[in-house]
């Protein structure tokens, strides 16, 4: 294995959901231990409520704020807050203003549901089913809607 220097910026692009995702660290440089992207979350933007079967899922929010939704409860993160997300455990997010989170999922398999999403060409709007399909083969079951 080899170090990784990420430049503030760069990396692969991919925007799967609607939202802005830069790889920084990806999975196959971890051998699966872990992986790490940058994402920008737009006002009023998130994922459905989700679960990760087998990931730990953290969020360092960069700038903005963002609500989560976590099991039974509800958290505000700003600038410089860490939300952390056990596996098993249903949760979502939403950009309550243009928001930069740093993400890291632990192990970092899953994070290839992003690039899957988008060579399927799918979008969650119009295929939700094959969505689905593509998240289940990741290990991420989709068990209710995004935030309103």
Known sequence: MDAIHAAAGTGPENRAFGLVRRTRVPSD?????????????????????????KEHEVFTVLSGRLRFVAGDREFVAKAGDVMMIPPGLPHTFKGLEPSVALVQLSPG???????AVTAAGVDPTRDMDRVREIAAAHNISFVGPPLE
């Open 29 to 53: 440089a971890t051998g699966g231990a872990f992986a790490i992207w940058e994402e920008e979350i737009p006002e009023g933007a998130g994922p459905p409520l989700h679960v990760h079967g």
């Open 109 to 115: 398999m899953a994070s290839g549901f992003f690039a």
